[in-house]
């Protein structure tokens, strides 16, 4: 975790260099709705709110602009399996969530708005698992329970959104679409993917 705040570091100078001085930084706090997918299709999930609280910088004023953050978010989804067969006693469900600490690091460009800034964001996202819990119905197999709670404690992700500038607040809307596998548990794929909503103020 060091290494990474210390290469964001590296990356708000390199991009202070290259796009310019100008420098904001501030804090944010919003709602997330989770989704679970599996690509056997033996899953499903709804989406469950949760939240996120941070902070963000942003460096660049001109046309392109580099934006890193960090922020603390629960990722909440309620899982409704089906064994393989569609037996209605395999049918089960379950709560799963996941306390994570997420740093995406966006390039944006600015368009305006009027009197208001619009923004355009893309980039990676990298999420570190603190904590996680998954319950499920006594009458889930062992077989099954393995599946859905053996889980993986790094993420990856992109993640692209709209945002606009009111003054000193901002709102963000963005999608995460989740990368490579988050299951440690063999011939099974699934990904999570998240619509994220945010309200920030800058300090600067």
């Given at each position: 975790?060091?290494?990474?705040?210390?290469?964001?570091?590296?990356?708000?100078?390199?991009?202070?260099?290259?796009?310019?001085?100008?420098?904001?930084?501030?804090?944010?706090?919003?709602?997330?709705?989770?989704?679970?997918?599996?690509?056997?299709?033996?899953?499903?999930?709804?989406?469950?709110?949760?939240?996120?609280?941070?902070?963000?910088?942003?460096?660049?004023?001109?046309?392109?602009?580099?934006?890193?953050?960090?922020?603390?978010?629960?990722?909440?989804?309620?899982?409704?399996?089906?064994a393989p067969g569609g037996a209605a006693e395999d049918l089960m469900t379950g709560d799963?969530?996941?306390?994570?600490?997420?740093?995406?690091?966006?390039?944006?460009?600015?368009?305006?708005?009027?009197?208001?800034?619009?923004?355009?964001?893309?980039?990676?996202?990298?999420?570190?698992?603190?904590?996680?819990?998954?319950?499920?119905?006594?009458?889930?197999?062992?077989?099954?329970?393995?599946?859905?709670?053996?889980?993986?404690?790094?993420?990856?992700?992109?993640?692209?959104?709209?945002?606009?500038?009111?003054?000193?607040?901002?709102?963000?809307?963005?999608?995460?679409?989740?990368?490579?596998?988050?299951?440690?548990?063999?011939?099974?794929?699934?990904?999570?993917?998240?619509?994220?909503v945010s309200l920030g103020f800058n300090l600067l």
């Amino acid at each position: 975790m060091k290494k990474i705040i210390l290469s964001i570091l590296g990356l708000i100078i390199a991009a202070s260099t290259s796009f310019g001085q100008d420098i904001k930084l501030g804090i944010k706090a919003g709602a997330n709705f989770s989704q679970l997918k599996s690509d056997e299709q033996w899953l499903d999930s709804d989406n469950n709110t949760g939240y996120i609280i941070g902070a963000w910088g942003r460096v660049g004023a001109g046309v392109i602009h580099f934006q890193p953050e960090v922020y603390f978010t629960s990722k909440n989804t309620t899982v409704k399996g089906q064994a393989p067969g569609g037996a209605a006693e395999d049918l089960m469900t379950g709560d799963l969530k996941f306390s994570n600490i997420d740093i995406p690091l966006l390039i944006g460009t600015n368009f305006p708005l009027g009197p208001i800034k619009g923004r355009i964001q893309a980039g990676p996202l990298f999420s570190f698992v603190i904590d996680k819990n998954a319950s499920y119905s006594a009458s889930a197999s062992e077989t099954f329970k393995n599946a859905l709670e053996d889980y993986k404690n790094n993420f990856a992700a992109v993640v692209g959104g709209l945002g606009l500038d009111i003054g000193k607040f901002t709102i963000d809307a963005r999608y995460e679409y989740g990368l490579g596998n988050i299951t440690k548990y063999e011939g099974e794929k699934q990904t999570l993917n998240i619509w994220t909503v945010s309200l920030g103020f800058n300090l600067l």
